[in-house]
């Protein structure tokens, strides 16, 4: 049997050459800096509403579609981000995701109507839509496995800085109400990660795809450092690239394919009806029903962007050392009883119950942000067959913003209708069903090869076993 075919062992942190891993870090964290446009759009529309809604005298119903039609243009976004990541590739993808995420803040600055204003935001959405599924993905293909839940929770942690970052604005703007500014000054940041981008490598991986060996083993060199790993790494590669990317063919025939998709779909689901995004586009409209003022419904919702950054440093530092599934169990029990007791003192009319309250919203940041968050990424990442990755990824990336989208077209409708209180209980046991979801259905991925995982995945393993 060759050795190309003969599982191989993770590489490990003294495998790699020092000058090798800071080459490694420094590329995923620029890449992980899409994460960053992702978290800047979630973070500037919440503070925005209030003055859009008044600018332009608009009901919930409306400013539900203004909030979502980022969300309607991520899927779409998605939908097509797999065939352009394998056809131009994953960096080329990237620079396209901030061609049009510079052009949508722009046009959302300089928005005249509700119905611009929509239009900017859906291009938005596709800039988003595109760097949200190449992102994790290209990190995936980049980072050597000992760090690569690390890295790609560096992903998630960029979304919780643009959210803070987009938080902070906000508030300066909200003395003013000046909304065009809010929207717009994104565009500066956009412009930066545009130019960061063109100096990245291509992805090894996608280079092999291609048959551009010599490029691919140039960038495993400058990645690993260590002869003998780039040739592991390549010969992995190549072994699972005898069958050519199939996506929708793959996912007809073979069952095991299936099976892996549909995971990636439910992960992503669970991630967003956890209520997280409810909190991220209208923190300010709880806040005011809690009885703020506009200054303290602002000022919350920064403290709720930085304590979504501090907390998604505990998912980095854990993510290789105590695993997915324990992180996944803990953030989703922390995240069913913050919920829950918000709800219960939703409108109680005490003061004090009221900051108990909000710290408790506090306390679900903090459960999302060490779990959900980041891992959810990371496994969707993991999970599928590089034969099919576009294809599986791509479906989990845009069931991603389809639950994103419902989310956030109804939650208003769902304060007004069904109440304060049932609608924390609703995604509080939501977070409770999750935690035996996690148990049947999800593998343990930590420190184990991308390779590994796929030639479990295809002998017919469960899913929750795929990782052993």
Known sequence: MSASIIPTSATTHSDVKPHAKATAIFTCVLAALAGLMFGLDIGVISGAQQFIQKEFGV???????????MMFGAAVGA?????????LGRKRSLILGAVLFVAG??????AQSPDMLIAARVILGLAIG???FTAPLYLAEVAPEYIRGAMISVY???ITIGILV???SDTAFSYTGNWRWMLGIIAIPGVLFLI???????SPRWLLMKQRDAEALDVLQRLRGNPEIVEREANDIREQLKTPQRGWHLFLENSNFRRSVGLGILLQLMQQFTGMNVVMYYAPRIFQDMGYDTAAQMWFTAI????NVLATFIAIALIDRWGRKPILYTGFAVMAVGLGVVGSLMGTGSHGMQMFAVIMLLVFIVGFAMSAGPLIWTLCSEVQPLKGRDFGIGCSTMTNWIANLVVGFTFLTLLNSFGHTNTFWLYAGFNAVFIVLTFWLVPETKGITLEQIERNLMSGKRLRDIGR
């Open 105 to 110: 803040s722009v046009l959302c600055g300089f």
């Open 130 to 132: 595109i760097a949200s």
């Open 166 to 168: 987009a938080f902070l």
């Open 304 to 307: 709720v962007g930085l304590t």
């Open 156 to 158: 998630q942690l960029m």
């Open 59 to 69: 009901s919930d119903h409306a400013l539900e579609w203004i909030v979502s039609a």
């Open 79 to 87: 939908l097509g981000a797999g065939w352009l990541s394998s056809s």
């Open 196 to 202: 960061g981008v063109l100096f990245l490598p291509d």
